[in-house]
């Protein structure tokens, strides 16, 4: 008999996050929506006359402030409460109402970038020489000089603000299938009984050392998404359209140079990482051939790049323990991480269980107002000790850069989001190497390790350079097709694993279960990220004192410099090929390691 996942009314209080930190009942936010909703109308106040006074243009950029605030404490605590249970329609409908809010906020506030772009520079200068607190704004005036070419008149940034809702539509329909609709067929599991089959359960089942268990799951998962693979290559293009329309309205030469134009990322540092993983994919090769030999298969198949190659050694890691061991894996980083870390154990920042609806992956949502909440699913494994340490790691750089930046400069660009969450992977990885003296538990280790980088440094630049060819076919005027897509990710998949993989048929459609593609550009920071984290945790473990003291420039940073820039702080170049280049290195020795150990 199935066993039921949990509805989640059946999840108690105290394995819930503490969303009443932000609003202690949905009738007080429900009133605080009302007030913001009103408040929005006084901006029209403001509306030609930022450039009368230094005073009156700074009124409005410190109400401008007040009113991000308030909305982002509206809409955070309706994603969070609609993200753990999709078939709550309550939860719906207030998310529906923040989004209304987000929108109706944008469109009012779309005079004020056209509206100071056109302040003489002049006079902005002696503005901002004659009223102090315009200095608190400094980041933001440069930022808005940089974009300069590509913002336009009042009338049309009103239009474009007013479009925004209608662009998320495509997202938002995908999102909607992919956590509330779609259905997979039950498989047989480890003892043949009968059992469901989830976003939140499936790589726990392609875990499974029962490879008839393994090639189920696959094929309930990639069988469900290719009876829809027509209407999901309809929304992914619609969102690819999305993109180009506002490329195109802003003057940039592609959706790509839009959307790394917000980081002030060069669009070679996103080729270079394509580059160095061609150049090192012998490398992946290796391994596969090493999980190939390993599991003692004569094919190795798609749903086989999952399960631990030292089987006799599984980890089964309880929440409670997971935390302990993270903590310690994190003493390097010094009592003050630390004693922020515990705090987000102790204090329910975390929503780990399992229920019906609930939103598949991982994340952590950090804003201005109160701590960051982190979302998984966690299921006892190392896999899932380390997602738990990945998104603290996001919650750690988000309470941090909050804690002592301004709200002007507290928001940190996608860039760099990925590496303080990354960093802590591997300090807890190299921990755990480092305490254990068991052969086979070490070989188990080195091979989650590779088995994350080859998650994050290979499969994301995967991810990445079919994003990029797909928009890059949708701007030279080609039609994409669920057919064309599932051949391009097929194609890409097959070169990125080698000859010693059987790439599966339906492994072409795993490009229609991706979240972050409707997010464009967005995965290949992944990539970058880990490659950064490998650095930073290096200079973190050999330089004790001084490297934390760097690490901590950069995660108290927030939004204050370009990313790149923050990274050099911390003693990181991403403008150059090396950061990737010695992340692969790694990989490479690990894997020469790992073979080694398992003859």
């Not at 992919?178 to 976003?199: C, T």
């Not at 807890?428 to 091979?447: G, S």
């Not at 979240?515 to 490998?534: E, K």
Request: aromatic fraction near 10%; glycine fraction near 6%.
């Amino acid at each position: 008999m199935a066993q039921a996942i949990a509805k989640r009314s059946e999840i108690p209080m105290e394995k819930r996050w503490a969303t009443e930190d932000l609003y202690v009942s949905d009738a007080v936010w429900e009133a605080d929506l009302a007030e913001v909703t009103a408040l929005v109308d006084e901006a029209a106040k403001y509306q030609g006359h930022l450039g009368d006074s230094a005073q009156m243009l700074l009124e409005f950029l410190n109400f401008e402030d007040g009113l991000e605030i308030r909305v982002e404490k509206v809409y955070m605590y309706a994603h969070l409460n609609s993200d753990v249970d999709t078939t709550n329609m309550t939860y719906q409908s207030m998310m529906m109402k923040a989004r209304m809010l987000f929108a109706k906020v944008n469109e009012a506030m779309a005079f004020a970038r056209p509206e100071i772009m056109a302040i003489p520079q002049e006079t902005l200068s002696a503005f901002r020489a004659e009223e102090p607190g315009l200095k608190a704004y400094e980041r933001a005036f440069i930022l808005m000089e940089r974009e300069r070419e590509h913002t336009r008149s009042a009338e049309i940034e009103a239009l474009l603000a007013s479009a925004g809702e209608m662009a998320h539509a495509a997202s938002q329909t995908f999102g909607m299938l992919n956590n509330a609709d779609l259905k997979f067929p039950k498989i047989k599991g480890e003892n043949g009984e009968e059992v469901e089959m989830s976003h939140g359960r499936y790589v726990g089942y392609l875990e499974s050392s029962d490879r008839s268990v393994r090639e189920a799951a696959f094929k309930s998962m990639f069988g469900t998404f290719e009876q829809f693979s027509n209407t999901i290559a309809s929304t992914f293009t619609a969102n690819i359209k999305q993109a180009m329309f506002f490329a195109k309205a802003r003057g940039y030469s592609s959706t790509r140079a839009m959307y790394l134009a917000g980081s002030n990322v060069p669009e070679t540092v996103y080729d270079n990482l394509i580059e160095c993983v061609h150049e090192a994919l012998p490398s992946m090769y290796r391994y596969v051939a090493l999980r190939k030999k390993m599991l003692g298969v004569d094919e190795l198949h798609m749903y086989d790049v999952y399960v631990p190659i030292v089987p006799e050694c599984k980890m089964k890691v309880p929440f409670d323990q997971a935390k302990e061991t993270i903590l310690k894996a994190l003493e390097p980083m010094g009592e003050e991480y630390l004693a922020a870390l515990k705090e987000g154990f102790d204090n329910r920042w975390i929503d780990a269980c399992e229920n019906a609806g609930k939103r598949s992956g991982a994340y952590c949502s950090g804003g201005s107002t109160g701590h960051p909440y982190v979302l998984m699913t966690y299921k006892e494994t190392l896999d899932n000790m380390f997602t738990l340490a990945h998104e603290m790691g996001h919650a750690m750089h988000s309470y941090f850069s909050n804690k002592v930046q301004p709200h002007q400069t507290a928001g940190y660009r996608i860039f760099v989001a990925e590496v303080a969450s990354t960093c802590n992977e591997i300090l807890l990885t190299r921990y755990l190497l480092k305490t254990t003296t068991d052969k086979a538990q070490r070989a188990y280790i080195v091979n989650h390790f590779l088995d994350t980088f080859k998650g994050t440094l290979f499969r994301q630049t995967m991810f990445a350079e079919f994003e990029k060819t797909a928009h890059k076919m949708m701007e030279d005027g080609e039609a994409l097709t669920a057919e064309k897509l599932n051949k391009v990710y097929y194609d890409i998949n097959a070169k990125y694993f080698g000859p010693d993989m059987v790439c599966d048929d339906l492994i072409k459609l795993e490009w229609a279960r991706i979240p972050h593609f409707y997010t464009p550009f967005y995965v290949y920071q992944y990539a970058t990220g880990i490659s950064a984290a490998g650095a930073l945790s290096t200079r973190i473990l050999e330089l004790g004192e001084e490297g934390v003291k760097d690490y901590m420039k950069f995660l108290t940073g927030g939004g204050s410099q370009d990313p790149i820039d923050l990274l050099k702080l911390a003693g990181v170049d991403m403008s150059e090929k090396a950061p990737v280049q010695a992340a692969l290195k790694l990989f490479d020795e690990m894997v020469t390691e790992l073979e080694e150990m398992l003859g």
